[in-house]
């Protein structure tokens, strides 16, 4: 019997070429579907939610797959871990760079990508300079000067529904619109970190990378919160902030 099966990952990013399966280069999608197959015996193809960019880490990404292999859904991450962990390491059950945290079963309708009504982005904005989370966070220069404040009163312009063709880099999948809702958008901070979460129910190319790029330009006062409006209103990708290096950057959470 044919089961429709959600997964939900998390991978480091930093030896991925993004998500999406591509000829000659290793990606997240073509690892998994890879160990699919030698579980499966045959070629197993993966429906992600979220293509993301090579260097990108994921806490919470999901996908889904047809599965018709005895192999019950419930031992697939047990099963798929072990195989993560030796691939390229000889050492089975080392841990790899990618975890299936979860398996189940779901309606014969659902879909990861078109069933998804939203997500939470995380990034991660290093204040200590530490060479051994470079591949884990945005090691900015003046990171532990920047005003908190600052850069909240910025994000509150961003929270809202607006067209925010302002924060899009071209390449991406052309979209039918550039309308999209931020639903909150939050920084907080600790002795080591700046955190900076963002939840909307869809995300332009880079959109996360470059809101992250204009609120640190706020927090250095660069720009005022009353100017992240008014770039908003502009939909000029040139007038807005930098686009911040993905290694700072967690899909964390998605809705369904």
Same mark, same amino acid.
């Given at each position: 019997?044919?089961?429709?099966?959600?997964?939900?990952?998390?991978?480091?990013?930093?030896?991925?070429?993004?998500?999406?399966?591509?000829?000659?280069?290793?990606?997240?999608?073509?690892?998994?579907?890879?160990?699919?197959?030698?579980?499966?015996?045959?070629?197993?193809?993966?429906?992600?939610?979220?293509?993301?960019?090579?260097?990108?880490?994921?806490?919470?990404?999901?996908?889904?797959?047809?599965?018709?292999?005895?192999?019950?859904?419930?031992?697939?991450?047990?099963?798929?871990?072990?195989?993560?962990?030796?691939?390229?390491?000889?050492?089975?059950?080392?841990?790899?760079?990618?975890?299936?945290?979860?398996?189940?079963?779901?309606?014969?309708?659902?879909?990861?990508?078109?069933?998804?009504?939203?997500?939470?982005?995380?990034?991660? /904005?290093?204040? *200590? @300079? =530490?060479? +051994?989370?470079? $591949?884990?966070?945005?090691?900015?220069? %003046?990171?532990?000067?920047?005003?908190?404040?600052?850069?909240?009163?910025?994000?509150?312009?961003?929270?809202?529904?607006?067209?925010?063709?302002?924060?899009?880099?071209?390449?991406?999948?052309?979209?039918?619109?550039?309308?999209?809702?931020?639903?909150?958008?939050?920084?907080?901070?600790?002795?080591?970190?700046?955190? /900076?979460?963002? *939840? @909307? =129910?869809? +995300?332009?190319? $880079?959109?996360?990378?470059?809101?992250? %790029?204009?609120?640190?330009?706020?927090?250095?006062?660069?720009?005022?919160?009353?100017?992240?409006?008014?770039?908003?209103?502009?939909?000029?990708?040139?007038?807005?902030?930098?686009?911040?290096?993905?290694?700072?950057?967690?899909?964390?959470?998605?809705?369904?």
């Amino acid at each position: 019997m044919t089961r429709n099966v959600l997964i939900k990952i998390e991978y480091d990013g930093t030896d991925f070429n993004g998500w999406q399966i591509q000829p000659d280069a290793r990606t997240v999608q073509g690892e998994i579907e890879h160990v699919l197959k030698y579980i499966a015996g045959r070629d197993v193809h993966i429906h992600g939610t979220s293509r993301t960019d090579a260097g990108v880490h994921a806490l919470g990404q999901c996908a889904t797959f047809d599965w018709d292999s005895n192999m019950p859904v419930e031992k697939l991450p047990e099963v798929m871990n072990r195989r993560f962990g030796a691939g390229g390491e000889g050492r089975s059950g080392a841990p790899g760079d990618i975890r299936i945290i979860s398996a189940e079963v779901m309606p014969e309708d659902f879909h990861a990508r078109y069933s998804c009504k939203g997500k939470t982005y995380r990034y991660v /904005i290093d204040k *200590t @300079g =530490d060479i +051994f989370v470079r $591949n884990r966070a945005f090691q900015y220069p %003046g990171a532990d000067k920047l005003d908190i404040g600052a850069m909240r009163e910025a994000a509150s312009h961003i929270v809202g529904t607006h067209d925010f063709k302002c924060f899009e880099t071209a390449g991406g999948t052309p979209r039918e619109s550039t309308v999209r809702t931020v639903s909150a958008l939050e920084i907080t901070e600790d002795e080591n970190s700046i955190f /900076i979460e963002i *939840t @909307g =129910d869809g +995300f332009l190319y $880079n959109m996360v990378r470059i809101i992250v %790029g204009t609120l640190v330009e706020a927090g250095e006062g660069r720009r005022t919160a009353e100017g992240v409006a008014d770039v908003i209103e502009s939909r000029d990708r040139s007038k807005a902030g930098f686009t911040a290096p993905p290694q700072g950057l967690y899909l964390k959470e998605i809705f369904f």
